[in-house]
């Protein structure tokens, strides 16, 4: 009786012992397989630059490079704090010097810069080129044309706190309203339509210039500081992780003609984004081929 027990337990272990070993020898695979076998996580801003660019680079880790891809979409100061924390990999919509300083400034120890994917973008006021004004300084003299208001975005956004200080600065009496990216770009097409006046909080790489007819307001005060650049921001340990990855992250550069042209074509296409982004991939080989590392 003690026998059989004993050779019961003994083919317990043995299975138990088996199963671990398979399990064990996964793990082993796994850990040394390709890392192009591994997910990347990319978070974005519902902006249209953001969404351009992330979509493209999507489809491009997907089909040429062979990743998984996992998409989010947040506010930017939640993205800073997920990217510092770890919980996201990579953020291709970083503005600075200026627009995100304060973000570095908080998070910067933490995260890694990739370098520039856009370079001379702007920020700051925008109106109709049929406003008859042409500097933020001007704003009060007929802040009734406006009701008051200044459209803006997620409250988050970089540009919302430059255009709090611009309000400051210039003594404006108007009200800055937050939404979103596609909620003001929708007001700013019906108040175009109806030709009356709206001042929104503006940004180049954007499609609503090639749209539009429209014209940033002077800024005699420097509040929206010079052109800026776009940066990919990654968590702390990413190139040393995924170099394959962050040297595609790296080389991953667009021109104006090039990401307004992927940016219009997703703004006039009721086909989702990365669909979008795949066919602008397949029409632009060479480009996407020159951002991908050799083996």
Request: with cysteine; proline share 3%; net charge negative.
């Amino acid at each position: 009786m003690k026998k059989n027990w004993m050779k019961k337990v003994t083919v317990i272990v043995a299975a138990i012992l088996l199963i671990t070993g398979i399990t064990g020898c996964g793990s082993v695979n796994s850990a040394s397989s390709d890392e192009s076998e591994g997910t990347i996580k990319l978070v974005y801003v519902n902006w249209s630059e953001g969404i351009a660019m992330t979509n493209l680079a999507k489809v491009i880790l997907e089909e040429k490079m062979g990743y998984d891809v996992e998409m989010t979409m947040a506010d930017v100061a939640p993205i800073f704090t997920s990217l510092a924390d770890g919980d996201q990999d990579v953020f291709m919509d970083a503005w600075l010097p200026v627009t995100h300083a304060s973000y570095m400034e908080e998070y910067g120890d933490d995260l890694d810069d990739l370098g520039n994917n856009f370079e001379n973008a702007k920020i700051g006021l925008v109106v109709p080129s049929y406003v008859d004004i042409d500097s933020i300084a001007e704003l009060n003299d007929i802040a009734d044309d406006f009701n008051g208001e200044i459209v803006g975005i997620d409250s988050g956004a970089g540009i919302m706190k430059a255009t709090d200080t611009a309000i400051e600065t210039y003594g404006l009496s108007m009200e800055l309203i937050p939404g979103s990216g596609p909620a003001m770009t929708a007001l700013l097409a019906t108040a175009i339509d109806d030709k009356e006046a709206i001042v929104v909080t503006g940004w180049e790489p954007h499609w609503m210039f090639a749209k539009y007819a429209l014209k940033f307001l002077e800024d005699p005060e420097g509040v929206y500081g010079t052109s800026e650049n776009i940066h990919t921001i990654t968590r702390k340990g990413f190139s040393s992780d995924m170099p394959k990855a962050a040297a595609f992250f790296t080389n991953f550069y667009m021109t104006s003609q090039e990401l307004g042209d992927l940016m219009g074509a997703i703004a006039d296409s009721d086909d989702d984004p990365d669909v979008v982004a795949k066919a602008w991939m397949e029409s632009n080989e060479d480009l996407v081929a020159s951002w991908i590392p050799a083996e």
